[in-house]
């Protein structure tokens, strides 16, 4: 099974993905991974977004390739073998913040268009005002994304794309225990109880 967490900064998604990872890997094959990777083009991205001023196509190009290094050489590999994959971050959020960016939806849908799909897609929805004074408390810096009005547009996207390939819309404000409940309800309803 292939599942992926999808939404902005402080959505609450990579907490939800750690506490699945958490009670799966203690029954059965599984791996937790996100986007941008470790590798070398993730890491530039990373560095890349620390920025003020970016090339919005250049950085979305850079997030497909390093999309490509990480299903050809992690997640299909894993999945061959029966693992479970949970990623944090997939092609959603190129579209989402490419979109938000001022690229052509089109075309990066094009671009993405060409990789494996998840069974299961988790958006996690919430205000960003909620969502940025999250991000603060944590006591780092902005990246580049991190907008109000961009993040406006970036959660609109989100919803379009959830709507569009039928995925799990998650409200991001409730608490922990009552989306991690949600989260494996979902998962056991996609396939045979594993959490």
Not at 6 to 23: H, P, R, V, Y
Request: proline share 3%; charged share 30%.
């Amino acid at each position: 099974m292939f599942i992926s967490f999808e939404g902005i900064d402080g959505s609450g998604k990579s907490t939800q993905a750690k506490l699945l990872f958490n009670e799966l890997s203690a029954k059965q094959d599984c791996v937790l991974t996100r986007e941008p990777t470790q590798g070398d083009i993730g890491n530039f991205i990373k560095k890349l977004i620390k920025k003020k001023k970016i090339n919005p196509m250049a950085v979305q190009l850079l997030f497909a390739a390093d999309r490509s290094f990480h299903v050809e050489n992690l997640i299909k590999p894993r999945l061959k073998q029966g693992a479970v994959v949970i990623t944090d971050r997939y092609f959603f959020s190129t579209i989402a913040y490419g979109k938000a960016s001022g690229l052509d939806e089109r075309w990066l849908r094009d671009v993405n268009d060409r990789f494996i799909k998840p069974d299961i897609t988790f958006v996690f929805d919430i205000e960003p005002k909620t969502a940025m004074g999250r991000v603060e408390a944590r006591g780092r810096g902005k990246a580049y994304f991190e907008r109000i009005r961009f993040l406006e547009d970036t959660r609109k996207m989100y919803k379009k794309l959830a709507l569009e390939y039928k995925s799990n819309i998650i409200d991001g404000t409730k608490s922990i225990d009552a989306i991690k409940e949600e989260v494996f309800s979902i998962v056991n309803s996609w396939h045979a109880p594993i959490v």
